[in-house]
């Protein structure tokens, strides 16, 4: 078996909107001045979806550092929610994502170099890879689901694909 090598895109909001939305404090968000002008508010920036019966929960994912290249041979999905990841270390970092419905191939993934300044929702069903942090262990806030029902699958990919170097 061959593995295929994917290609790593930056992020943007339009290129990772068949997947989520990116979380980042840009000119593109809505934002406006509040506190008697001394915060600015980037508002709305990601639609949280807890879910039947579920909950939403603030977390923090430490993450240990991937080496390059990496196989990506498994992916994941959570069908009842939403889950957010905004990292804390202002470390780059990847995602692999793949459009919600049956089980992907690694032709059908998409890998995107994150900033540190950036995060992503992944919206309900959206297949993605765990957390792919770079460089040095790093923190991330997440915002998921809590509470009844089956909302993990996981599906291998055989063969896999390859990623890196980084561009």
Not at 24 to 33: I, L, R, W
């Amino acid at each position: 078996m061959t593995l295929r090598s994917l290609t790593i895109a930056p992020l943007t909001r339009d290129a990772f909107a068949p997947f989520g939305q990116v979380i980042e404090a840009s000119d593109a968000a809505q934002h406006f001045t509040i506190n008697d002008g001394n915060t600015e508010r980037y508002h709305d920036l990601a639609h949280i979806e807890p879910g039947p019966q579920g909950k939403t929960i603030v977390s923090i994912f430490r993450g240990l550092p991937r080496n390059l290249p990496f196989e990506i041979s498994m992916m994941e999905r959570h069908p009842l929610a939403s889950q957010a990841f905004m990292p804390l270390s202002s470390r780059p970092y990847l995602v692999v994502v793949a459009a919600a419905g049956e089980a992907p191939t690694v032709e059908q993934l998409h890998v995107f170099l994150c900033q540190g300044r950036q995060g992503v929702n992944y919206a309900a069903g959206v297949w993605h890879h765990p957390l792919l942090a770079l460089e040095a262990t790093s923190d991330f806030l997440v915002i998921d689901r809590s509470g009844p029902g089956h909302n993990c699958d996981i599906a291998t990919l055989t063969p896999g694909g390859l990623i890196g170097p980084l561009p």
